[in-house]
């Protein structure tokens, strides 16, 4: 085909074949499709069509571009008169620079820079394809493409996210070895970012960004999680008939969830936008739901709890919402981005007492608000410590996400001041030169370049111990996990784990594995791969018992050779009864729950030791008690 291109060029002009219209454009919106075909490859699972807003806007323009492209050439040729090579290539600059400058203003571009410029170019070839080869040659690539296009959208489609049973990817931190399993638990959602997780009694509820509520639970004893949906409507209110309206307009989502427990039962808070169908506005607001309702009359109605002030007119920045919820005793904060509203072109809300943009407010729960910090532009994380402490983390401009320690009355300064600068600028035009924070308070740390920052958790000490008390806080740019040491309220040291997931939230499990939600409504699991000696060390515990030396009698049964041996059959040893009633041989399964309680395994028996409750730790000692005692 290149040679027959080449050959095909003479002088400088391409083909002299006279072009006719209907296979020609037939053909050129082939080219168009199958160029919205590719570019979406960075949405696996998901068609062109199911993109969400923001990203269909790209595909149109380049849609446009290929479209407008292929009829200058058709025009540039009609007649029989071949074309001019350089008019080809200038046309195409043309077309594709005009598309290119329109992709420059939109924020953040969710395609792959590769994957954009590598269809542009196919696209480019093609148009000029019908004007080298013979019909017949053209026919038959035009049936090759038609099906390229079904058989890779159909393979979309279809792609499962995570194939089952594969074994567990790994992340290598400093300090642990971490498995990392991502599982589809709720159904995917197409176009609904945001949404957030958190714990709830033994399991979780997640919350999708379009509004529906799940409960998950662990199924069984792997990393295995499953869903079922809760009886709650959608908070988002009036959102289909919104799109109805304007299709492909502006998303607004949910940002949070609470759980209120109470003793009449718990509830559930979300925090969420809400479209103002009267003045065509929007606000963001908290809502209440009981969680246990079985009412068979449908779902508990939301009760309003606050609605922030004033009405927000579009256009304005619809993910700069903020809208995170955290208990601080009988009362809940909650973070309100700035909408966009920072002074461009636009009052700046952070810095008006009177607006409740950009603001951390603190909700009394019976309709009021104060305003505890301001300043603030999208706070999209939150965190109350394990010392009471209050942190926020916010999504700056480029290169000015930030890590802020929250002290009431506070003003964290934006948009007058920043470390960031605006998207394709070198600079913050409210605050140029970008040294301090001019006198506002000082974040405790910034990302630069930004991260995409979202929420933060503090880690306990259950399954990732070297890690106690450190900060989690997850990116969505990034799709990374960033580690981070705070002491004497200075960070010492980030340390950055690719996990490869827009991470949008982050939990703890009771267990101490970490559960990241993600914009594509997957969780990943991360949970500690066991050290290679790890087993040994926790061994010497069982020691004291085990291999007391030098007496008559033993106090605790020899273990060498345990596993995969008769319970309770060392000669030597007077067990228990409640034991000796324990039939069969030790497998590993039956080891691991024993260790895990042995009371609960044979009540009634005489080791009077607790048991390991972590599970990693436990299934390393079963590995250790493998070779124990075993001539190397
Ligand atoms: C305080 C002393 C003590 C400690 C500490 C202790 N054990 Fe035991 N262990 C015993 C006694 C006593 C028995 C016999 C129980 C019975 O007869 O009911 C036993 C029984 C066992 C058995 C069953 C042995 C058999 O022959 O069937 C296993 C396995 C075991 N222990 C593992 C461990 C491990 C692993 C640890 C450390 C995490 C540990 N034990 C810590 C006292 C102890």
């Known amino acids: 085909m290149a040679t027959g291109l080449l050959v095909r060029v003479s002088g400088l002009r391409v083909g002299k074949r006279p072009l006719l219209f209907l296979p020609y454009a037939l053909w050129s919106l082939t080219v168009a499709v199958l160029l919205l075909t590719f570019l979406p490859l960075v949405h696996p699972g998901v068609a062109v069509w199911q993109l969400p807003a923001e990203e269909v806007i790209p595909v149109y323009v380049v ?14 040729c009609s007649g029989g008169r071949g074309v001019n090579l350089c008019i080809a290539v200038a046309s195409g600059i043309l077309c594709y620079g ?3 400058c329109v992709l420059l203003f939109l924020p953040e571009l969710a395609f792959s820079r590769v994957s954009l410029v590598g269809s542009v170019g196919l696209a480019i070839l093609l148009a000029l394809y019908p004007l080298v080869f013979s019909r017949l040659v053209f026919m038959l690539s035009l049936a090759l493409l038609l099906l390229l296009i079904v058989a890779v959208n159909g393979w979309f489609l279809q792609r499962p996210v995570i194939e089952a049973g594969a074994e567990p990817e790994r992340i290598i931190s400093a300090r642990y070895v971490i498995d990392k399993e991502t599982q589809q638990v ?11 997780l958190t714990p709830y009694g033994e399991g979780f509820i997640a919350a999708t960004g379009n509004g529906l509520f799940y409960r998950l639970d662990w199924a069984g004893q792997g990393n295995q999680l499953h869903a079922e949906a809760l009886n709650l409507s959608s908070p988002l209110a009036g959102r289909d008939t919104f799109y109805e309206k304007k299709p492909g307009g502006l998303q607004f989502r949910t940002t949070d969830i609470l759980v209120e427990y109470g003793d009449g039962g718990d509830a559930l808070l979300v925090s969420h936008q809400v479209w103002d169908r009267e003045g065509d506005c929007f606000r963001m607001a908290v809502s209440r739901a009981p969680l246990d309702s079985e009412a068979s009359g449908g779902p508990p109605d939301w009760e309003r709890l606050y609605t922030t002030q004033p009405c927000i007119e579009q256009p304005f920045d619809t993910v700069e919402t903020g809208g995170r919820l955290a208990w601080v005793g009988d009362r809940v904060l909650f973070t309100v981005g700035d909408h966009g509203k920072d002074g461009r072109g636009a009052p700046a809300f952070p810095q008006n007492p009177l607006s ?10 019976q309709g009021g608000a104060e305003v505890f910090t301001l300043g603030h532009r999208n706070p999209q994380g939150l965190l109350v410590d394990s010392s009471d402490r209050i942190w926020v983390t916010e999504h700056g401009p480029a290169g000015g996400d930030e890590i802020n320690l929250l002290r009431e009355g506070r003003n964290y300064g934006w948009p007058l001041a920043t470390y960031g600068a605006d998207y394709n600028k070198r600079t913050w035009p409210l605050n140029p030169d970008g040294l301090d924070h001019a006198g506002f308070t000082e974040p405790v740390h910034a990302f630069v370049p930004s991260v995409a920052i979202s ?6 000490a259950k399954q990732f111990p070297r890690w106690a008390g450190d900060f989690l806080i997850g990116s969505l740019r990034k799709e990374t996990l960033y580690r981070v040491h705070i002491r004497e309220g200075r960070v010492i040291f980030v340390e950055p784990l690719t996990v490869g997931k827009r991470i ?30 790890a087993g040994e060390e926790i061994f010497d515990q069982c020691r004291v018992c085990h291999e007391r030396m030098g007496r008559d009698e033993a106090p605790a049964p020899n273990l060498s050779g345990i596993v995969g041996g008769k319970i309770a059959a060392k000669r030597n040893f007077n067990y228990s009864p409640a034991l000796k009633a324990v039939k069969g041989r030790w497998t590993e399964a039956r080891l691991l729950e024993f260790l895990q309680d042995p ?8 080791m009077g030791a607790n048991g390991v409750p972590d599970a990693a730790e436990r299934a390393a000692l079963v590995k250790f008690l493998k070779t124990y005692g075993k001539k190397p």
């Open 98 to 100: 005009m598309s290119a």
């Open 504 to 533: 949008r939230d982050i939990v703890e499990a009771k267990d101490g594995r970490l559960l990241l939600w993600s914009d594509d409504e997957t969780i990943t699991v991360l949970s500690r791969r066991p050290d290679a000696d």
């Open 455 to 460: 929420n933060l958790i503090q880690v306990g």
């Open 356 to 365: 409740d943009y950009g603001k951390v407010l603190l909700l009394d729960m």
């Open 63 to 76: 849609g446009a571009a290929s479209i407008s492209y292929s009829l200058l050439l058709f025009l540039a």
């Open 599 to 606: 009371q609960q395994f044979a009540p009634g028996t005489s």
């Open 186 to 196: 709720v159904p995917q959602q197409p176009g609904a970012e945001g949404g957030a």
